[in-house]
């Protein structure tokens, strides 16, 4: 018996999703030309009519803004926000996110806007078995991220406990005496909790965790899996940020949900003119839908989030839902071209967490991507943290590692055989990875080549 929290619009036939999806984006594009300087401008600019965005295809005739965009239109780039959507009594908190680099991107939100985010995780949380017997520990930071504000609200509605601690450094104690049912967090968060726990001698499986929600980063499906095998439950993922996507994946494990009839998510082939087709990779582009009447603090039409996705169904799902599911997106900052074929952080997790491999590293790893001997060479180096690197069988790990890799990089098995490019592993003992040593969100693929 499958769970929903709004049966009607989770289940609602694929011709009726469409029409309601392009009804949304027609009042989205009218509120946009209405209420935000920045689309005012733009359509005054470009000669468009509001009303001549009828069909969600038409969004291929709006601009794709980025973030930069957003920076740029906001101070102290311009005087005004020019992506605030919404008279200052209607905002009820302001966001950023944390920009890699320069000034934060600012968000505007509406109460309106926080019911929506929730609702959007509600489902999510529903379609993964959660209900009001739940206790949850929240292990994303309440800060200026919408993420673990945006879980507490949904759990109000679903009549769950949340346990906000924000971070994953809590007391076992926490887990003893309050038995909560389930943990979010990110994978490697979790890894760590785990060990510390056995260290203790708290065996993770033996706890009251029922379900895990992995979130904050993609990952690969073997970390994940490891994961899954050391708490002995299942784990969920979800993909959310600040933007307004929050897609998830149900107990089905066969996609993420994309909350269809609240965000609108296209994916676009790399120069962002066109639209790829269904199960194609491309990067994820998102315009938030307005219900009829709705406001919305900051209204991004066609955002492109830097991620990427490829669409693996609008076909319904095994649990009922009709609303489309896509991969497990990727940060194409995370990607890196190497002779011709592009390599992200999840290709190098998913080599370290091969089968067999975990009985001798923790899971803990940085790469580095490096000029070969010759100018026409790269290197790829792998150091993976060990409990004892002495006795690690580093030689079948590397194997693996080695065998895995160029099975899913093809592109790069002649030059592999030509020496062009060539695979290095070294191993260090717990703690030992340059990145343990950085502050901030550690980057575990870093390409040292001088640039060309
Ligand atoms: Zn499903």
Not at 158 to 179: E, H, N, Q, W
Not at 210 to 226: N, V
Not at 313 to 342: D, K, Y
Not at 417 to 445: D, I
């Amino acid at each position: 018996m499958h769970r929903y929290h709004n049966p009607a619009v989770e289940t609602m036939d694929r011709d009726d999703l469409d029409a309601l999806i392009d009804e949304r984006v027609r009042y989205t594009a009218r509120y946009a030309a209405e209420h935000s300087p920045f689309y005012r401008h733009w359509f005054r600019e470009n000669g468009v009519e509001p009303g001549d965005i009828r069909v969600h295809e038409d969004l291929l005739r709006l601009p794709i803004v980025s973030g930069r965009t957003i920076r740029e239109h906001q101070p102290p780039g311009t005087t005004d926000f020019e992506f605030l959507s919404a008279g200052w009594d209607a905002v009820f908190t302001i966001q950023e996110t944390s920009g890699t680099s320069g000034t934060p991107k600012s968000f505007f939100l509406t109460w309106d806007d926080w019911k929506r985010y929730a609702e959007k995780y509600a489902r999510s949380f529903v379609s993964q078995g959660f209900g009001a017997e739940d206790r949850t520990v929240v292990c994303a930071s309440y800060g200026m991220n919408v993420g673990a504000n945006t879980m507490t609200l949904a759990a109000q509605r679903l009549g769950m406990t949340i346990i906000p601690f924000g971070k994953c450094d809590f007391a076992s104690r926490v887990l003893t005496s309050y038995r909560p049912t389930a943990i979010v967090g990110s994978v490697f968060k979790l890894l760590r909790l785990a060990r510390r726990l056995e260290k203790e001698g708290i065996h993770p499986e033996d706890t009251s965790i029922r379900r895990l929600i992995a979130g904050g980063e993609s990952f690969a499906d073997e970390s994940r899996k490891y994961l899954s095998e050391v708490w002995g439950c299942p784990v969920y993922n979800t993909y959310g940020s600040t933007e307004g996507t929050m897609c998830g994946e149900c107990t089905e494990l066969s996609g993420l949900h994309v909350p269809e009839d609240l965000v609108h998510l296209d994916i676009y082939d790399p120069q962002l003119k066109a639209f790829v087709p269904d199960g194609g990779c491309g990067r994820a582009v998102l315009t938030t839908l307005l219900p009829e009447g709705g406001k919305a603090g900051t209204l991004l039409i066609n955002y492109d989030t830097e991620d990427t996705t490829a669409v693996l169904s609008r076909e319904q799902c095994a649990c009922g839902r009709t609303h489309m599911r896509i991969i497990n997106p990727q940060r194409e900052a995370e990607t890196f071209w190497i002779l011709g074929s592009p390599v992200n952080r999840v290709d190098i997790e998913a080599g370290v967490f091969q089968p067999g491999n975990l009985d001798h590293v923790t899971g803990e790893y940085e790469s580095f991507i490096t000029p070969g001997a010759s100018p026409d060479e790269v290197a790829l180096h792998v150091t993976m943290e060990c409990p004892d690197p002495e006795k690690a069988d580093t030689r079948s790990i590397s194997e693996r590692f080695t065998e895995h890799f160029l099975q899913v990089k093809r592109g790069l098995v002649p030059m592999y055989e030509e020496k062009k490019f060539t695979l290095h592993f070294a191993f260090v003992s717990v703690a030992g990875l340059e990145l343990q040593k950085v502050r901030g969100r550690p980057k575990r693929l870093v390409d040292r080549r001088p640039p060309a």
